[in-house]
C-alpha cells in the first residue's frame, strides 16, 4: 500500500472536502477522488461518506486513521533518520501553539531556528490549551507550547515561569492599590476566558479558595482586556499576554504572587522525530539561556 496515498487521505480528512483537499495537494479533485476509490478498494470497505456539507468518515475509516497516522509519522521519522545520515537536516515539526506564545517566543524562535536548519520545516496550528493537548495526543501535531500540568498522559518539558496580574478598568474603587488581594475581588464581575483556555484563572481562584462572579466570557486574551478597558468587569492575565499592551487598564500586582508554567509537550519523548528533537532542544536552548 502506498504512503501517498495515506497522506491524501489523511489531508481529505483534515479539510474534510476532496476539492480542499486537491487545492493543497496540487491535485485535480478527480485525482483525489481516484486516490480514496483506490484506497477503498485495497481495505475493502468504505473510508468516508460524501455529502453536500463536504466528508465524513465511516465507521470503518474513524477505526483505522489512528494507525494511518502512524504509520505516516513513522515514514517521516525513517525519512529524516535516512537524511540525517546523509548530512542532511529535513522534515517537518508540527507545533501547537497559543496567542501570548505565538506573539512573543514564536518569531524569534522559529527564525533563529530556520537560519540553522533551512531544511526543516514549521507548521503551527494556533488553538486553546485543551485543543492542544487534544492534537498531541491524537498525533496531529509533533509538540505543542501549554500552561503546566498537562491534563492528558504526555510528556512536558517546563520553560519559564509567567506571573499572573489583576487587571482593573481606570475609574476602579482599588485602581489607587499598588497591590490587590484576590479576596478584595471576591464578587467583582469578572471576565473570564472562553472553556479550554481559561485553566490558569481556575488555579488561582482555586488556590484563593473563590469562586469567580464569571459575567462574560471572552474569545481571547486581547478581547478581554478591551472589554476591561470599557468597564465591563475585572479580570487576570498572565505578564506575556500583556508584554507590550497599550489598553488604557490598570495592571496590578498579586499580594501573594501565582505564577503560570509554560512548557512544550509530546506525546513521548522517546519517540519524537530528528526534527522534533531539534527544536525541542532549540526550545529549551533559546529560553532557558
Keep these: 500500500m502506498s504512503i501517498s496515498k495515506y497522506k491524501v487521505f489523511m489531508n481529505v480528512v483534515k479539510y474534510g472536502s476532496l476539492t480542499k483537499a486537491a487545492e493543497a495537494l496540487g491535485y485535480t479533485q478527480s485525482g483525489v477522488s481516484h486516490i480514496i476509490n483506490s484506497l477503498e478498494e485495497e481495505f475493502g470497505f468504505l473510508l468516508i461518506r ?7 468518515l465511516t465507521k470503518n ?29 529535513t522534515g517537518t515539526v508540527h ?19 530556520q537560519q540553522d536548519y533551512p531544511g526543516i520545516d514549521i507548521h503551527l496550528a494556533e488553538g486553546d490549551y485543551r485543543e492542544i493537548e487534544e492534537w498531541i495526543l491524537n498525533g496531529d501535531i509533533d509538540c505543542g507550547f501549554l500552561s503546566l500540568p498537562a491534563r ?30 484576590l479576596s478584595e475581588i471576591k464578587g467583582e464581575p ?27 466570557i471572552a474569545g481571547d486574551d486581547y478581547a478581554i482586556m478591551a472589554m476591561v478597558e ?41 519517540n519524537v522525530s530528528p526534527a522534533t528533537q531539534k527544536f525541542l532542544t532549540y526550545v529549551q536552548n533559546f529560553l532557558l539561556s
Design 152 to 181: 492528558g498522559k504526555i510528556e512536558t518539558i517546563p520553560l519559564h515561569q509567567d506571573q499572573m496580574h489583576i487587571l482593573l478598568p481606570l475609574d476602579h474603587p482599588l485602581s489607587s492599590k499598588q497591590v490587590i488581594s
Design 50 to 56: 460524501r455529502g453536500r456539507s463536504g466528508i465524513r
Design 190 to 216: 469578572f471576565i473570564m476566558p472562553r472553556k479550554g483556555g481559561d485553566d490558569d484563572i481556575n488555579r488561582v481562584f482555586q488556590r484563593a479558595a473563590i469562586k469567580p462572579e464569571a459575567k462574560f
Design 61 to 89: 475509516g474513524e477505526q483505522i486513521i489512528k494507525t494511518v497516522r502512524e504509520i505516516l509519522k513513522w515514514n517521516e521519522h525513517l525519512e529524516q533518520e535516512v537524511a540525517a545520515i546523509h548530512g542532511i537536516e
Design 95 to 113: 507545533i501547537g501553539t497559543f496567542t501570548s506564545v505565538s506573539v512573543h517566543w514564536l518569531p524569534g524562535i522559529i527564525k533563529s531556528f
Design 230 to 270: 470599557m468597564g465591563l468587569g475585572i479580570s487576570i492575565l498572565p505578564e506575556l499576554v500583556l508584554r507590550g499592551q497599550q489598553r488604557n487598564i490598570h495592571i496590578k500586582k498579586m499580594d501573594e504572587p501565582i505564577f503560570r508554567t509554560l512548557g512544550i509537550a509530546v506525546s513521548s519523548m522517546k
